[in-house]
């Protein structure tokens, strides 16, 4: 299994190796898989709170009314729209597909799922991005803070995932770590563990991919 030392070198060679950029590149852990068959309806769909914060936090979207959308509006929520937006977003493909794509998390007020389901659904569920119930007490700004410093990581129909662990102004030990929150995470989703993970690679935005160096080589 790689080494935590690994990981570190390749988060470095990968910040070296690329080219300044006029934007702020993402750093991506890429894992391939390795004696899993996906074909029978494997799939992970996690939501991974990061021990380190990344600059540019998850976006939110809650939908609610009433007292939760008034916590919600307060605790900064990125968007907040009710029920009845839902419905009329509903009925408007073009608008209900640029709402799921524009943010990475949605939460919803029990009270509405089932609209949401009604309504949003067919294009949430493909995304993997079917809402979040809370409850009308929920403590409204601790979950916000939980998902905003969280990212999805998903597999299906395929043999390796890619996901944003950080970018590149960040640290090496803060890219590290979560880097194995990651990684610590899917290997409990694997039917053996980390004897299905074939490798681990890592990359930024626009560079090219490093491979561990394995021990005795150069």
């Known amino acids: 299994m790689i080494t935590e030392s690994q990981i570190a070198q390749m988060i470095t060679d990968a910040k070296k190796s690329t080219k300044e950029r006029k934007f702020k590149q993402a750093v991506e852990l890429i894992m391939v898989f390795r004696d899993i068959d996906v074909k029978k309806g494997f799939a992970i769909n996690e939501t991974v709170q990061l021990p380190k914060k990344m600059n540019q936090s998850s976006s939110i979207c809650v939908i609610a009314s009433g007292d939760l959308g008034v916590k919600a509006k307060s ?19 073009r608008e ?80 590290v770590a979560n880097a194995n929150a990651v990684i610590g995470t899917i290997e409990k989703k694997l039917p053996s563990g980390d004897k299905n993970i074939k490798k681990i690679m890592i990359k930024t935005s626009m560079g090219k991919i490093i491979k561990p160096i394995q021990p005795g080589t150069k």
């Not at 605790?75 to 493909?93: E, I, P, R, W, Y």
């Not at 409850?135 to 395929?158: D, M, Q, Y």
């Open 75 to 93: 605790a900064n929520a990125d968007l907040v729209v009710d029920s009845t937006q839902v419905s009329q977003m509903g009925s408007n493909k």
């Open 96 to 175: 209900s597909r640029k709402l799921i794509n524009g943010y990475d998390f949605f939460l919803a007020d029990t009270s509405v799922m089932a609209n949401v389901g009604k309504t949003l659904g067919q294009f949430m569920g493909p995304r993997g991005k079917m809402p979040t119930p809370l409850p009308f007490n929920a403590p409204i700004e601790s979950i916000l803070e939980r998902f905003r410093s969280s990212i999805r990581v998903r597999l299906k129909n395929s043999l390796s995932l890619a996901c944003k662990i950080g970018d590149e102004t960040m640290s090496d030990e803060d890219l």
